[in-house]
């Protein structure tokens, strides 16, 4: 594989990091606020903050997700096929996912514009200014469409060289060569 894949997964394995911290700092959160709940004060808004940390932590770890072959795939029929066959699934289904993590960031755009341009607030005691939550949020998506068309890239390279391996490294289901 090349220097760039690899240096994908690397940063990739850094953002899943910081996205653990960043779930762990949310869960010792929530803990602090059920513990001063019962002590009969309550710190407030964890509701609501644990919403935008599960929304950004699940957009940037996406990413690692993906360059870890993690996603969920029905392999029925691709398992079967020979080398050539399970190439033209993965590309395809690469193709898809790029294109798709691109729809979604390029309409994640246009909703955090127009919180941007509204000066939006959360209707919530914290009213939180939505920009901060959909800026982290939308860079999550654009992160994985960013890693998805490198990806893309780099499989359909290689499938036009007939490097079907590969192909399979960077895109296959994991554990299955």
């Known amino acids: 594989m090349t220097s760039l894949v690899h240096l994908l997964r690397r940063l990739n394995d850094r953002v ?3 996205v653990g911290i960043v779930l762990l700092v949310c869960v010792a959160f929530t803990l602090v606020e059920i513990i001063t709940r019962k002590l009969g004060a309550g710190l407030g808004g964890v509701d609501e903050i644990s919403g935008y940390v599960m929304a950004v932590t699940t957009a940037w770890g996406i990413s690692y997700v993906l360059t870890e072959q993690a996603h969920v795939r029905i392999d029925l029929l691709r398992q079967r096929l020979v080398p050539f066959g399970r190439a033209v699934f993965d590309v395809i289904s ?3 996912l790029a294109g798709t ?13 127009k919180t941007l341009s509204t000066g939006a607030r ?8 939505l920009w ?3 800026t982290l949020w939308w860079l999550g998506w654009v992160w994985f469409a960013m890693s998805a068309t490198i990806l893309l890239v780099s499989v359909a390279v290689r499938f036009a060289t007939s490097d079907y391996k590969s192909v399979d490294q960077i895109a296959g289901a994991r554990g299955e060569a």
Request: proline share 10%; glycine share 6%.
């Open 94 to 96: 690469m193709a898809c």
């Open 101 to 113: 993590a691109i729809v979604v960031a390029w309409r994640g755009w246009s909703v955090l514009e």
């Open 16 to 18: 899943a990091m910081g």
């Open 122 to 129: 959360a209707n919530t005691p914290l009213e939180t200014p």
């Open 132 to 134: 901060i939550p959909q």
